[in-house]
Structures are given as structure tokens and as C-alpha cells.
């Protein structure tokens, strides 16, 4: 039995997603792919409100986010860190021989404006890495205010992962400032993994040029010149460019305001009945993630057995994820979820917890 997916991430792929990646194999040298890519990379930049340019990926979404500190962190990085992917970006940063430093805040917390001002205004650092939305504790950081403190330190190269946020929600990379945005497909744009976005503005060119030990699958520099003739420097995952370009084409019919608006309305549907059957919250209010609620198990109730439960009735549930397992849980809004979809499982949650 297929488990409909409820975790945040990878989400419930739609079977027109999955026909497209049946399209019959060309190769990455041949016009129809320089074709492909042309048309994708194009939506992108319309979706994420850019003219710079838009590389793909061959890798998860970290591959991107290790590619992206080898590039671009000259001197010293400002890693920020709110839960498991910001604190493992910090650990990846040190991992390419970089010199960095966490700024650390505790678990289901936002990075605050005030933060980011506070270690850029020390001058050590000429790049910094933030998650908009820290998935391990959904919380989703004030990215506007922070843009605003950006503005204020020109020579600092901002790294952004919007992984489970690009396309909930409107996300101006170019109107913020972002340098470097990126993000895995399996999360908000609900395609199967393995491939990751990024974008890299002229001043992470720039940089990326007097940074030296960039290797070679990640180069920026590499992307740049294959992308100038509408290509990538290894052989892509041509069956998920497929799909991207896909969910794109459905992404821009379903429109835009209207799938940000739908975000908001399943966020407030599954906060309603989080808040109405007795849970709390990790994040507070402001900071709550548009695209996965993260709750507090307050009624002390056996996630593992909800959880067992949920599988049996064709559910996969989360959690809680690492340390946040058993005390937390994540229902996952994102992608092409319909309000009837969380209807089916909270409904699903109704009848487990009355018998437990
Ligand atoms: C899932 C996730 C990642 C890691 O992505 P991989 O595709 O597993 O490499 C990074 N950042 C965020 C915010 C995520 O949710």
C-alpha cells in the first residue's frame, strides 16, 4: 500500500509529475535539451523574481548548499542556526575547510534582523548562510527585515535555502537582495528528489572568481559557462527537468497568488486543529511556517503509536524530527496539497486519538 506523505518531505507527487519523467531520453548535447533548459531556467527566474541566472543541479538540495559555501565564502562565513539543516550547513561550512562561525539560537526560534546586524556589524565575515524555513522545527525567519540589514553590508555574499518555502509564498530574490537562493525539488515543489536550484547574482560571480578550491561538480563558474549555451556541466537529470518543467507549467495555471493564497489557507486550517484538539506550538506565533506546522505534543499522547496507526490507514506521519522526536510533530502543508487532503488525515488523527 502506498502511504500518502504527510512528513515534510519528500511530499505526494502528482501522477501527471510522474508521466512526465516517463518522457522518452535525449541527450544533454542534442538542441531538444538546450531547449528544455532554456524554457525551464526562464520560468524560474518569472517564479522567483530575477533576471540572474538559475543553474540546475544534479544533487539533493545540500549539494547546492556545499556548493554554495565553496564558492562564495572568501574570508570568513556567518553561518546562522535554528534546527538541523542551519546546524548541519554550519558543520558542511567547516567540512570545505572554511573558516566560519554558528550563531546559534535555540531550537523552534526564528533569525532575527537584530542577529544578522549584530555579526555583520563585527566586519569578520564576507558571507553569511540562513534557512527561510527551518523544516526540523517549522519555523520561517522574517526574510524582508533580514534583506533590510543585508543592504547595509554590500560586500557580504548572502546564501539563502528556501527549500521547503520557494513558490508557498511570494520570495523576491532579486527586490531582497539574495546573492545565492537555493533550493531542493522535493519540498515546497513537490517533485521527486535529486535535483536542487540555485541562483548566483553578479557579485557571487564575482566572488566565486578570486575563490580558490571551488572543485569542480559545484562550480559556479563551470555552471555559468555551460549555461551559456543553455547547458550544465555534467550530465542532468533530465527526467526530472522534465518534470520541473512540468509542475512549473502547473504552477503558473494554477497562479501564482492563488497558490500563496492556498498556503495560507491550509496553514490556518491545520493550526486551527492543532490549537482546537489541545497541542501547542514550537514556534511562536509570527514565526510559524506557512508550509509545515511544527506541534507540541502538550497532551502527551504516544506519537510512535499515532504514528503506527496513521501508517496502517495508508498515512506517512512525522514525529518529531531528531531531538524534537517524541515531543514534537510536523504535519506537512506544502506542494500541490489540497484542504481536502489535510481533512483526510486530521480526520484519520480524530478517530486514532479516541481510541488511544
Ligand atoms: C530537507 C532540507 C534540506 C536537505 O535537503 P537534501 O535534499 O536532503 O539535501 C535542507 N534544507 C532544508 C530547509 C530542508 O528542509
Redo the contacts with the bound molecule.
Sequence with gaps: MHKKLFI??PIEVAPEILQAMATPMIGHRMPEYARLHQGVTTKLKRLMFTEDRVFLST?????A?EGAVRNLVGKRCANFCNGA?SDK?HNVTLACGKEADAFKVPWGEPITPELVESALSTGKYDAITL??????TGVMSPLPEIAQVLKKYPDVVSIV?T??SMSALKIPVAELGIDCCVF?V??AFALP?GL?VFTASQKALDRAKTVPGRGYYFDFLEFAAADEKDNTPSTPSISLIYALDCQLDRMFAEGLERRWSRHRELAAFVRGWVAEHGFGFLPAEPYRSLTLTCATNTREVDLALLKKRLGERGYAFDDGYGKLKGKTFRVAHMGDMQLEDLKGITSEMEAILKEM
Design positions: 515534510p518531505g544533487s539533493s538540495a545540500f549539494g548548499m539543516f550547513w534557512i527561510h524555513n527551518e523544516t526540523s535555502d527549500v521547503s531542493g522535493q519540498k528528489p536542487a
